[in-house]
């Protein structure tokens, strides 16, 4: 088994990749080959949206 390397994504990148993926549905992303976990998408929007009102 070979041991797959996790890859750093800048906040930029984790708002980025939120809101394309955020709308859809669980059942089409476990579809997709991803390199995120639907529940991460979800945390980067959770935060994203939090520094949002923070900083806004």
Known sequence: MTQQR???FTPSDQA???ALLHRLPREMLRELHRVVRP???LRWQR???ILRDLHG
């Open 6 to 8: 996790q890859r750093e």
């Open 47 to 49: 935060d994203f949206l």
């Open 39 to 41: 529940d991460t998408v």
């Open 16 to 18: 980025f990749l939120a």
